[in-house]
């Protein structure tokens, strides 16, 4: 595995400056491809599973932390509030729960509203001490893939288990793999809120869908949210350490402390519970994991550049710009290397992390075919220009990790 800072610098992808400060990166285009590829991947999965996604903003009011029980239990990871004169006092949040239960109560809800799925791929921030901070790993502006499931007591289960299914989907669809399993309970020490039987239905709740996925996980003290247990997805980094890119945690605490409700069918007012789900994750720890398991030869629907056009001289440099063309038509990323940047050897090189080479000499150009390359070194037999860039954008668009399939796929 490689180094995610190293080769984020090399590819040209993400940095940082001491102008912007520790923690707070930046992302250069390509960098900013891969990015928008998976947040778009995610909305998609989200949207197919039943969710709605929502915006809000990334401050809050002091008040609305010490509801949430923030500003008690979390208050040394967010940064100082902001005095607005007048008493008001805005905070950079520390995380989208509250304002997804304010959206909750924003409007009468019925169990036939339940589950309600709210989903926001939104910015969150951490106090950090610059010590700690590398690279995308730990960062002080994080964009967090999140989501909040309002649902009844008895959906809990149910809930949680499809949030455990879109997890394994992401993964195979990345190529990543998750280290392990963990039950995130608490620990001794006042970090948690405390309700002991709300801590052991909401891991009652947990450990039942583990078994009843048949998931492997280690159960740990001391490392769940303050409001309630996790499972945490574990990877690892090219050093062997190990983080949490995914998590879903039961809560029984934020509903009562924002005093949510909905009608049941008995008429009656009842509590929803909060399950609290990331399915990748942060966006840059993720981009991380994903630069270092593949070292920059991303699957090829997050490659920033997924088709590499060749055009052999400089008479093949029309034909070339057509295919380029109808990729693009198509939603691809495509490059054009014409003969002006160097030899067909060194062009072909310093493509090869991209997963598409469509490479045009006289005789392709002549019957109007593209002559496919894989990264992987494969050579499928040439193609008409539109069928190739089809084939491409259908292999593109099946969100996997498989570079070419069919008779040829070898
Ligand atoms: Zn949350």
Avoid at 94 to 101: D, I, K, T, Y
Avoid at 107 to 125: I, K, N, T, V, W
Avoid at 146 to 156: G, K, M
Avoid at 245 to 267: I, K, M
Wanted: charged share 25%.
């Amino acid at each position: 595995m490689h180094d995610h800072r190293e080769l984020g610098r090399e590819l040209g992808l993400f940095g940082s400056d001491p102008l912007i400060g520790a923690g707070l990166p930046y992302w250069l285009p390509d960098g900013a491809a891969v990015r928008h590829a998976l947040e778009e991947y995610i909305r998609g999965q989200e949207r197919a599973a039943g969710y709605r996604h929502v915006y809000s903003p990334v401050l809050g009011k002091r008040e609305l932390y010490e509801i949430s029980g923030h500003w008690a239990h979390y208050r040394d990871d967010m940064f100082p509030p902001m005095e607005l004169g007048g008493g008001e006092q805005v905070v950079l949040r520390p995380s989208l729960c509250p304002h997804h239960a304010v959206l909750f109560r924003s409007q009468a809800r019925s169990y036939r509203d339940l589950p309600l799925r709210l989903a926001e791929l939104g910015g969150m921030f951490r106090a950090e001490l610059s010590g700690v901070l590398a690279g995308l790993t730990r960062v002080r502006a994080i964009q967090l893939n999140d989501a909040h499931l309002f649902c009844t007591p008895e959906q809990v289960e149910e809930e949680a288990a499809g949030a455990l299914e879109l997890i394994g989907r992401a993964y195979a669809a990345m190529g990543i793999r998750a280290a392990r399993y963990r039950l995130s309970l608490p620990g001794p020490g006042g970090k948690y809120a405390a309700a002991p039987e709300m801590w052991r239905r909401a891991t009652e709740a947990l450990v039942g869908v583990l078994e009843r996925l048949g998931l492997p996980y280690e159960a740990e003290e001391g490392e769940a949210a303050f409001y309630g247990p996790k499972i945490d997805v574990q990877v690892r980094d090219h050093a062997g350490r190990e983080s949490t890119l995914s998590t879903v945690q039961v809560d029984f605490h934020q509903p009562e402390r924002f005093g949510l409700r909905y009608v049941g069918a008995d008429g009656a007012r009842h509590r929803p519970v909060m399950v609290h789900r990331s399915v990748v994750g942060s966006v840059e720890r993720a981009v991380a994991q994903l630069v270092e398991v593949h070292g920059g030869a991303f699957p090829a629907w997050l490659a920033p550049v997924q088709v590499a056009v060749l055009p052999v001289a400089a008479e093949q440099e029309a034909a070339a710009r057509e295919f380029a063309a109808r990729c693009v038509a198509l939603g691809l990323r495509v490059e054009v290397a014409d003969a002006r940047q160097g030899s067909l050897g060194a062009r072909v090189r310093r493509a090869r992390l991209v997963p598409y080479q469509g490479v045009i000499g006289a005789r392709e150009a002549a019957d109007g075919l593209v002559a496919p390359r894989l990264r992987d070194g494969r050579r499928p037999a040439p193609l008409p220009g539109p069928e190739l860039a089809s084939r491409i954008a259908a292999l593109v668009g099946a969100y996997g990790v498989r570079l070419w399939d069919g008779p040829d796929a070898g």
